[in-house]
């Protein structure tokens, strides 16, 4: 076969799998990498589509569905002091100690 078909991986990513397996605990770990690959660049391609069809909001929609980011630490921490907060509201009528607290969270930059 001398014709590669056009959503075949690239060989420097099929030398990344080799790798990986040398180094995996077992073949399962391999495979689950390949799947993830094939199913991202599938995802790249659909977006890539849509794109071209004056779709990009959507793609954008669609990527961040089916990758979506974690949560940093201080959305977590943001998150976490909700919690805090309605319960000290409740038990001490009062929320300038999680105002504090949240003023200080969000003077963090979001990329750390």
Do not use: Y
Request: net charge negative; proline share 5%; hydrophobic share 35%.
């Amino acid at each position: 076969m001398t014709q590669q078909h056009p959503i075949s991986p690239p060989q420097e990513l099929v030398e990344q799998w080799f790798k990986r397996f040398e180094s995996a605990e077992s073949l399962a770990v391999l495979f689950c990498s390949i799947f993830q690959d094939g199913a991202n660049q599938e995802l790249d391609a659909c977006c890539k589509w849509l794109e071209s069809q004056g779709w990009r909001s959507v793609a954008q929609n669609i990527r961040a569905a089916r990758r979506p980011k974690p949560k940093s630490e201080k959305q977590q921490a943001l998150e976490q002091l909700d919690g805090i907060r309605a319960v000290f509201r409740m038990s001490h009528g009062g929320d300038l100690v999680c105002d504090a607290i949240r003023r200080a969270l969000e003077s963090i930059p979001d990329d750390q």
